[in-house]
């Protein structure tokens, strides 16, 4: 079993930076890959960003070149630093764990919302 709490989330302005964590535990060492997604009411969940267990990182075209994702192993934490916040980033942000057998666990979402 992994466990995923997240913070950071908010409100900015168009512009804006926010910084998301992720904080795991529980079974670290079967975790594969760490990511964000997010998701907007009517729509499904998409991936925002990726960071494998030796560091590969993976980003969406809409977030290329303001987001950031990094991890920290010594305290089991992934994080996403965003940048030049755009209104339609505005969304729930889950954070998630994906193991190497393919088990998908998530964090329990937090708000991001970028308006003026």
């Known amino acids: 079993q992994v466990q995923l709490v997240e913070s950071g989330g908010g409100l900015v302005q168009p512009g804006g930076s926010l910084r998301l964590s992720c904080a795991a535990s529980?079974?670290?060492?079967?975790?594969?890959?760490m990511g964000w997604y997010r998701q907007v009411p009517g729509k499904p969940r998409e991936l925002v960003a990726s960071?494998?267990?030796?560091?590969?990182?993976n980003y969406a075209d809409p977030v290329k070149g303001r987001f950031t994702i990094s991890r920290d192993n010594a305290k089991n934490t992934v994080y996403l630093q965003m940048n030049s916040l755009k209104p339609e980033d505005t969304a729930v942000y889950y954070c998630?764990?994906?193991?190497?057998?393919?088990?998908?666990?998530w964090g329990q979402g937090t708000q991001v919302t970028v308006s003026s």
């Open positions: 529980g079974s670290i060492f079967s975790i594969a890959v």
């Open positions: 998630n764990a994906a193991t190497w057998s393919r088990i998908n666990y």
């Open positions: 960071i494998s267990s030796g560091g590969s990182t």
